[in-house]
């Protein structure tokens, strides 16, 4: 009797064992994109423009650390199209990574592709948006990555949680306009608006009706999810008569950081904490406006706003009184833009530890900034008749065009692109200084990668120069987190300025805003193998050659190795 006894409680352990399992298990979570032009009207104007799944912005995909995304996505638009899933690490799984050219061909009009990838050691606030020319000024969404079931965040937990999606809006195609920029090689044309939610706000014409609200209830405490999906700005965010409470920055837990203001480059996300006042009433700002570091470069210079609405339950709607509008800095405020910048920590806990590398084996140094090209009788649009570019190192980066970088890495392909993008910029120069020489300004142009070692420490100090103009750059590494060490203004010093870096508890990100006229120090572990593009998040400096890739060797095992291409990839 007690063999049988043991046995069925045995049994039952088991039973109990496998079920707690499987609720902790992680799930394959299935959805459909389809790409294509709709009707859309904002500023008294009515045009077509390319959304997904007729949302603008797309649809906000939810995932826990842990799960398996399968995206199929149809490109019923009249452009190539791919998918990219910003801050995603995808390990071994570079073939979901979506920059055109890069990781896979596009997907051209007509065709289809299944992303497939796990989230793997991540929770907070990414998101995706297309790769491809000018696309994600329209096609871009949320990509919110819950805790594991049986865990929670590292701060209160919210009572809800909402995402503020800032973005650019023209009048104009957006593919007309840097199509109009690349023929004439002039700067394109500003944007018209800014957004919040797919939004301008009221201070735009025939914008107040549409205005994004959210409703925020007595002692209510809400998380903001912050994404800067603008296509070229940097922007200020702030909440009028509220402080805000930082804790991620790019899905990576931040030590708490009171603030008035947040600064975000285009790709970088900052969730914060906003509690409601108790016995508060009335109408607030949310709104958010250019940082334009450049001087003399025209930007867009108006303001979003979207209101956030105090609210009573169980009571209607209160009155519509003029919301209370928040004093935002100036467009040229680097001090704040820093101050911001330089109070972020890693949260470096037991459970959210960091792991930065103590030395290195790749000490690279790239400079970073813009050029121009002459052409044919001063023919072009660009200052003097010159053609605008932009370059890494002076190489200004051509991609692909009837293969991807992968794909010819992978397969052996010849006359793809050259390995041996510098380490360091062919000529050392005064970066920062007022008046560089001319000599200087035209880079060359190529498809040139930089071949890392499996597991590799690698440093990279990111030098800003005052070729043509100096300005912040929001440098994003696809395929990696890195930690910012160090950052500063003028030329970096690699005798005195490592002395200054934080190996404790630097931020992690996947974005860095170099400092106009400064300089960034990231470090990671090269432990992710494939293609991994790095560029400037500007669009149009990505367009102007503002980008290399890392081509980083498979590890010694099975699950360091990249995976082989799944069968519909597309076809060049």
């Keep these: 009797m007690m063999r049988i006894g043991s046995a069925r409680i045995l049994a039952l352990v088991v039973c109990l064992t496998f079920l707690a ?120 969404g949320a990509l919110i990555i819950h805790p594991r079931l049986g865990t929670t965040y590292p701060f209160t937990l919210p009572h809800r949680e909402t995402p503020i999606m800032l973005g650019e809006w023209w009048n104009r195609n957006p593919i007309d306009v840097v199509n109009q920029a690349t023929r004439t090689g002039a700067a ?50 702030s909440v009028a008569n509220h402080k805000l409470t930082v804790v991620a920055v790019d899905a990576s837990y931040t030590k708490p950081f009171r603030t008035k203001y947040v600064m975000l480059g285009p790709g970088q996300t900052t969730d914060v904490i906003l509690r409601a006042a108790r016995h508060r009433v009335g109408r607030y700002y949310m709104a958010a406006r250019a940082y334009n570091s450049a001087q003399g470069v025209p930007f867009d210079n108006t303001t979003t706003t979207a209101i956030l609405e105090y609210r009573t339950r169980g009571l209607p709607r209160p009155s519509s009184s003029s919301p209370v509008v928040p004093i935002l800095p100036a467009y040229n405020d680097t001090r704040t833009a820093t101050h911001f910048a330089r109070g972020l920590r890693s949260l470096a806990n037991s459970e959210h ?16 900034g813009l050029g121009l090209f002459n052409c044919p009788n001063q023919s072009c649009g660009g200052p003097n008749g010159t053609r605008f ?4 190192n002076n190489i200004s980066f ?36 007022q008046n560089v020489s ?26 800003d120069t005052n070729i043509v103009n100096a300005e912040n750059h929001p440098i994003h590494l696809h395929g990696y987190d890195f930690y910012i060490v160090g950052e500063g203004f003028g030329n970096y010093n690699p005798r005195t300025d490592p002395l200054t870096f934080n190996l404790v508890d630097p931020p992690m990100r996947n974005t860095a805003a170099v400092p106009v006229n400064g300089w960034a120090a990231i470090r990671f572990v ?30 010694p095992t099975y699950m360091t190795t990249l995976e082989a291409p799944p069968p519909d990839l597309p076809l060049c």
């Design 526 to 555: 090269a432990d992710n193998p494939g293609a991994w593009l790095m560029h400037c998040h500007l669009d149009v400096h990505i367009t102007w050659g503002l980008a290399m890739v890392f081509l980083v060797e498979n590890g």
């Design 21 to 140: 399992g499987t609720a902790l298990a992680e799930d394959i979570l299935r959805h459909t994109f389809v790409i294509e032009a709709k009707p859309a009207t904002r500023l008294c104007k009515t045009h077509n423009i390319i959304m997904v799944n007729g949302q603008f912005p797309g649809p906000t995909l939810h995932v826990r650390n842990g799960d398996t995304l399968v995206v199929k996505v149809y490109n019923r638009a009249q452009y190539n199209a791919t998918i990219h899933w910003h801050g995603v690490r995808q390990f071994r799984t570079g073939w979901a990574d979506g920059p055109e050219f890069i990781t896979q061909c596009p997907i051209r009009p007509g065709g289809s592709y299944t992303y497939r990838f796990t989230i793997t050691g991540q929770e907070g606030t990414l998101w995706w948006h297309a790769h491809s020319s000018w696309l994600r000024a329209s096609v871009y």
């Design 389 to 392: 570019t932009a370059s890494m």
């Design 398 to 433: 051509v991609l692909p065009s009837t293969f991807s970088v992968l794909q010819a890495h992978y397969f052996g392909k010849k006359g793809v692109f050259t390995t041996g993008f510098p380490d360091n910029p062919p000529v050392q120069f005064d970066y920062t200084a």
């Design 353 to 368: 530890p960091v792991y930065v590398p103590q030395t290195v084996d790749e000490n690279l140094f790239f400079t970073v």
């Design 438 to 463: 001319r000599s200087l300004w035209s880079p060359v142009r190529g498809t040139k990668v930089k071949v890392l070692k499996y597991n590799a420490k690698v440093q990279i100090i990111l030098q």
């Design 188 to 237: 394109p044309n500003v944007s018209d608006a800014f957004t919040i939610n797919g939004q301008p706000g009221d201070l735009y014409p025939c914008s107040s009706r549409d205005t994004f609200r959210l409703p925020i209830y007595d002692d209510e405490i809400h998380l903001l999810r912050i994404v800067n999906s603008a296509l070229n700005q940097e922007l200020f965010f």
